[in-house]
């Protein structure tokens, strides 16, 4: 008897129950939805289909496609446990939910209508949920969000703006260097070249769900810049070789290698493909000995091709001051100006809020940062030659 029912019958004598039993599967992933995997002709290991997410669409796909018998009845939260959700569950929950949403006009997507007309016709219960009703969902979702947001900013405040502790940044930055195997970072060596860079800025958006640390921001920041300044001394200051893949810069290259020792390198140039019509040349074959006498090494961090004269090559960013300071209101418009807006209305983090409580939550999401830092550099230009490849 049971296995002459069909999905349909079931919807149509028990749907809010059915759908009620949703609220004990999103809030985790529970194990028995492992048992459900697919896969394809592309692809050829299993995947897991009903994951978390899809446990909300397939709820509210049938919440869409049942909306003229349970719609006047019954809200959509009361299908979630939602008195009892956490505030971070109900973000992310609603997040899901309005990404099913046109946000300029609060309709669902056709995308997402196409796959509920589909899940009808396979439950044969066709309705097309109405403009209206749509929009009183949307609106519904929009309110609950901005409640989340007032309690956000009724529970917090932006961090209060000073200077940073440059010890902190410096070992966060050396952290950061050490793991990404920099190649040439060597913060205990005596060096004393350097170059000054002041007032350096930037803007940093933390998500949610972050755990703010500015020490930590600024120390990415002075990594990146640092890199940045590296690669730009490395092409402004030392020497140019403009390399063709011919016989000219063949010859170019051999005389490069035979006129100065070279004790590293980063890249072959007798290995480019573009070359191969010249391997059986004598200069070629003469030049492929040369060069691959040199050591080659990867030398993360630096982005030019470069040959260098000595094993010196080492340097190191000094942080001498930094400080964070909070967004005045115009630059809190520019960010949300950048974000987009709706009417008179901004998009922050997905959520569509009034003037006021927008510049507010991007005060607490968004940190300037201003520092100086100095770029030591133990080799010398005169070391190094990088590779500039010649345009057509």
Request: aromatic share 14%; with cysteine.
């Amino acid at each position: 008897m049971i296995s002459g029912l069909r999905a349909s019958f079931l919807l149509e004598e028990n749907l809010e129950n059915i759908l009620r039993s949703f609220q004990y599967r999103i809030p985790e992933d529970i194990s028995i939805t492992d048992t459900f995997e697919a896969s394809t002709d592309f692809i050829i290991a299993k995947y897991k289909i009903w994951t978390k997410d899809f446990n909300v669409k397939f709820l509210f796909m049938l919440y869409c496609q049942y909306y003229d018998l349970i719609g006047c009845f019954y809200k959509l939260s009361d299908f979630f446990q939602w008195n009892g959700m956490l505030g971070t569950e109900k973000d992310a929950l609603l997040k899901l939910l309005n990404g099913f949403f046109d946000k300029g006009t609060g309709l669902l997507k056709e995308e997402f209508i196409k796959e509920c007309k589909q899940l009808g016709e396979l439950y044969n219960h066709n309705y097309d949920i109405a403009d209206m009703e749509q929009q009183c969902i949307y609106a519904w979702i929009q309110d609950e969000q901005i409640k989340l947001v007032d309690t956000e900013l009724a529970g917090s405040e932006p961090d209060e703006e000073g200077s940073l502790n440059t010890t902190m940044i410096a070992r966060y930055l050396d952290e950061n260097m050490r793991r990404n195997k920099i190649f040439g970072w060597n913060p205990e060596d005596k060096m004393d070249f350097y170059i000054r860079y002041t007032q350096i800025t930037g803007i940093m958006h933390y998500s949610d769900n972050s755990d703010i640390d500015h020490e930590k921001t600024v120390a990415g920041l002075v990594e990146t810049c640092g890199q940045e300044a590296l690669n730009g001394f490395i092409k402004s200051k030392c020497q140019k070789l403009s390399i063709s893949y011919d016989e000219k810069g063949i010859e170019n290259v051999l005389k490069l290698i035979e006129e100065t020792d070279y004790l590293m390198r980063n890249f072959s140039y007798t290995s480019d493909w573009a070359l191969a019509r010249y391997v059986q040349s004598q200069t070629y074959k003469q030049l492929r000995e040369k060069e691959n006498a040199i050591p080659i090494c990867r030398m993360h961090g630096i982005n030019e091709h470069i040959y260098s004269k000595k094993n010196n090559f080492s340097y190191k960013f000094v942080i001498s001051k930094a400080r964070m300071k909070n967004l005045t209101e115009q630059e809190c418009l520019r960010e949300l100006e950048r974000l987009g807006k709706y009417k008179e209305f901004y998009y922050v983090d997905g959520v569509l809020l009034d003037k006021k409580r927008a510049v507010e939550c991007i005060r607490r999401k968004y940190y300037a940062y201003e520092f100086d830092f100095k770029l030591y550099i133990k080799f010398k230009p005169k070391d190094v030659v990088w590779f500039c490849r010649e345009k057509a």
